[in-house]
Structure formats: structure tokens, C-alpha cells
């Protein structure tokens, strides 16, 4: 994880408390071919969020499970959660299926990428969703399950579906709440950093769709 070296004692308790409010978690550096140790000691990253407890975008990347961050983690409420791990099925088995974790308590913007893909998911997995009180944007890297999502979760304002390029034939059973950024590798990481920027733009074209600015056949951002 990024860690920061600054001085936790020269501050008030509430400090980060009270003007942290995004964070991101980097369980491990990205580097091709290898996996270097997390600089974090358990003791010193509950330390970490304990204090950040005015977070209202998380993102974490990495793992959940390694080291157990999950844990740590169930005093938070952000309304913005954004998840690009590679044990998304697994952290979020029993006790913590059916998002019933209470960092999901609040959220309304969720992104969900498996970054491994190598167990993907099926919807059942999902389902829970529908539960979710606050969700109404939702993102995830599964184009196959847009439909289900879209039956599923009929509160969902906005559903971003990253892709390496437009379905025409599997867009003709979506509906207006769909938007495709079309994504490389780098490109979807300049967008899982832009945080709630994402979100702004697919209200914006969804709101231009609306208007009739946007053909209803288009789905995919920037306008087309």
C-alpha cells in the first residue's frame, strides 16, 4: 500500500477525521511479473482507518483478504466504493455475502472489477445488490451480465460498463440507464483513479440522452 510518512503525532486526534475524505488502498504495487510485500503492518493500517473515519470515496486495489482489510474497514460508511481486487468473490463469502458488510451501508456509487478474471463470477453472486438501500450508480467489467442487471435493479439510475469495445447486437436489450466507456488496460485505470469524475460524465450523457441530445441507440461515452 502507499504509505505515508508523515507524522501521525503532530496533529489533533480528529485531524484526519475531519479532512480525510477520500482514500485510496493499494494492497500491492501492480508490477508485472511480481507481487512486492505490503510495506502496511496490520497494527499500523487500522491505525490508518480508525482515524479516517469521514471518508466518503474509498477505493481499494489489491486484495481484500491479504492482508484482511475487510475488518478494519466496518466502521466506514463511504457513499462512493470502488473495488478492483482480485478475491471479489472470495472476501465477500460467508460472513460477508450478500453485501451485508456494513462499509456497503451507504453506498451509492459502486464499481466492481475483478482484476484477476480468472473465477469469474456468475450473477448469483451479485443478486444481493438489489439490496443495497442507497445504490443508484453502479460499474462494472461484465458486459454479459448488463441485462440481468438491469432487470435485477430497477432503482439503478446509471450502470457504466467498461469494455474494450461496443456490443452493437447485445445493446439492443439495454435500456437508457446503460453507458459504455469503451477501456484499455491503461485508459480503465485513468478512469478507476478519476473517482467521482466518472460518475459526473455519465450523468451528463445520460441527462444529454434525455434532452435528445443523444440518439437513443447511443450508449457509448463521449457522445456519439
Excluded at 457504466?160 to 469503451?182: G, I, P, T, Y
Amino acid at each position: 500500500m502507499r504509505r505515508s510518512y508523515a507524522p501521525w503525532t503532530t496533529n489533533p486526534p480528529d485531524f484526519f477525521s475531519k479532512t480525510t475524505r477520500q482514500l485510496t488502498l493499494m494492497t500491492f504495487t501492480m508490477y508485472i511479473g511480481g507481487r512486492p510485500k505490503n510495506q502496511w503492518t496490520m497494527p499500523e493500517l487500522e491505525r490508518l482507518l480508525r482515524a479516517c473515519t469521514g471518508i466518503t470515496e474509498l477505493s481499494v486495489c489489491g486484495c481484500l483478504s491479504d492482508p484482511p482489510i475487510l475488518g478494519l474497514m466496518e466502521h466506514l460508511r463511504p457513499t462512493r466504493l470502488n473495488l478492483a481486487v482480485l478475491d471479489l468473490v472470495s472476501a465477500f463469502s460467508v460472513p460477508n455475502s450478500n453485501f451485508a458488510h456494513p462499509l456497503f451501508q451507504r453506498v451509492s456509487h459502486l464499481l466492481l472489477c475483478d482484476i484477476e478474471e480468472v473465477a469469474t463470477p456468475v450473477w448469483h453472486h451479485w443478486t444481493a445488490l438489489s439490496r443495497l438501500p442507497a445504490l443508484t450508480h453502479l460499474a462494472v467489467i461484465r458486459g454479459d451480465l448488463v441485462p440481468t442487471i438491469l432487470a435485477t435493479l430497477p432503482r439503478l439510475q446509471v450502470l457504466v460498463l467498461f469494455s474494450e469495445k461496443l456490443e452493437v447486437e447485445a445493446a439492443h436489450s439495454w435500456d437508457r440507464r446503460v453507458v459504455v466507456v469503451v477501456a484499455d488496460y491503461q485508459s480503465f485505470w485513468d478512469n478507476w483513479h478519476e473517482g467521482v469524475g466518472l460518475w459526473m460524465r455519465a450523468d451528463a450523457f445520460l441527462d444529454q440522452k434525455r434532452r435528445g441530445d443523444v440518439p437513443e441507440s447511443c450508449y457509448q461515452l463521449p457522445a456519439c
